[in-house]
């Protein structure tokens, strides 16, 4: 027994004598193998640091400075997108029930295509006869205006007498100043742009129908991945308000344009009823400036009207239409889309105008209710702790980079 005790220490010993040798000749401790193995590397990656608020503000700064650069080529993506929009409820749900999108947007596109091109040829067949005859009768109706205001006799103001004569003919004087050989040259340019513009859209509509979904999630993915949930959780708001205006105003503008047809032309027999109703009904596109520019034409229509009585008729006719639209129409079909005070509206299409032109006009109202919504989802939230934005989407963040390293 004691010599097989004794063996057994001498078996540790030799063991514990072995090992140093075995590191003294070249082998390495298992936790320097362990920290020198590509698994240890990985498991070391670059963190970035999360955006801050001034890097998003100066992207968003220099991407409205791009659209502002390339403004006018924006309006067949727009419209086309406008398209795309309010009609994605409608693919999604073809989509669900035959199983592939392009089923559905094929044959929407050959509606959407006919709609659009039976509605050029209605307006040019029946308003070009109107514009022909209005240009050719625009003296007389000048004059005839003019001599309505100052009277026939004539206005003397600040040591001038002005007749009617002499403001129609200083009108057509100045106008063939201006329509020289470059103003005829920009609006030959002009008509081609707006078929250039036409077809483009044609072309672009199937494929934001076909690709709308995608290109928003793309568009999402560019911003930093703790930023996202925060684009995610207003959509939700925002898509419903938006798709609401696109339609409801699209349908004020059928309204409108309608009932004053019917009031010009079968009741009032006034001429160019549909020339006149058509250019009613697209000012509804401009809300606040658009339903006065409408009054205002429809009192210079009523000023050429010889009874008293007709002209009555006719602004009765105008208020009752406005009040309709503002009353009923309007807050049925557009709810709480356009519920901004009317100076902001106003400050809107100046500021949008200014620096956009016609995109700015039709932009104006979507974007002030975007904002207004954004704002409101923003300051709804509670404040972070320690004033870091957004804490849990941060957190998840990390976690997953933890978990995926």
């Not at 078996?11 to 401790?29: F, L, M, V, W």
């Not at 205001?149 to 007498?161: E, Q, S, V, Y």
């Not at 308000?241 to 009032?268: D, E, K, N, Q």
């Not at 400036?289 to 009874?307: D, F, K, N």
Request: glycine fraction near 10%; hydrophobic fraction near 50%.
């Amino acid at each position: 027994m004691e010599q097989t005790a004794d063996r057994t220490g001498a078996d540790q010993t030799g063991s514990k004598d072995i090992e140093p040798e075995a590191s003294s000749s070249g082998a390495r401790p298992q936790s320097d193998l362990e920290a020198s193995s590509p698994a240890s590397q990985d498991q070391v990656k670059p963190q970035r640091s999360l955006a801050s608020g001034w890097a998003i503000t100066f992207a968003i700064i220099v991407l409205l400075l791009l659209l502002y650069i390339v403004r006018y080529g924006l309006v067949p993506f727009i419209l086309a997108g406008a398209i795309g929009f309010v009609t994605e409820p409608v693919v999604r749900w073809g989509e669900r029930r035959t199983g592939h999108r392009w089923v559905v947007v094929v044959p929407f596109c050959i509606l959407i295509y006919a709609a659009i091109l039976g509605v050029f040829y209605w307006v040019g067949t029946l308003a070009l006869r109107d514009i022909s005859d209005a240009v050719s009768r625009l003296p007389q109706v000048i004059h005839r205006v003019f001599n309505e205001m100052i009277g026939p006799n004539g206005l003397d103001l600040f040591g001038m007498h002005i007749t009617a004569d002499m403001v129609t003919n200083q009108i057509f004087e100045t106008a063939r100043q201006f329509a020289g050989p470059g103003q005829v040259a920009g609006i030959a340019g002009m008509a081609g742009l707006g078929l250039f513009i036409i077809v483009l859209t044609f072309v672009l509509i199937p494929y934001l129908m076909m690709s709308g979904p995608r290109i928003v999630e793309g568009t999402i993915c560019l911003l930093p991945p703790e930023r996202r949930g925060s684009v995610r959780s207003v959509l939700p708001k925002v898509v419903p308000l938006l798709r609401r205006y696109i339609i409801g105003i699209c349908l004020v503008v059928l309204y409108t344009a309608s009932a004053a047809w019917i009031g010009f032309g079968p009741v009032f027999h006034l001429p160019y009823a549909v020339l006149l109703a058509i250019v009613v009904g697209l000012l509804e596109l401009i809300p606040a400036i658009g339903p006065m520019a409408s009054g205002a034409l429809v009192a210079l229509t009523a000023l050429q009207e010889r009874s008293v009585l007709t002209a009555g008729l006719l602004i009765g006719f105008a208020i009752a239409l406005r009040l309709s639209i503002d009353n009923i129409v309007g807050p049925l079909v557009l709810g709480k889309a356009v519920r901004i005070h009317p100076v902001v509206i106003i400050l809107g299409f100046v500021c949008g105008g200014i620096l956009f032109g016609a995109i700015g006009l039709l932009l104006a109202v979507p974007v002030l209710s975007t904002f207004n919504l954004v704002l409101q989802q923003y300051y709804a939230e509670p404040i972070a702790p320690g004033g870091t934005a957004e804490p849990e989407t941060v957190q998840v963040v990390l976690q997953s980079n933890r978990t995926a390293s």
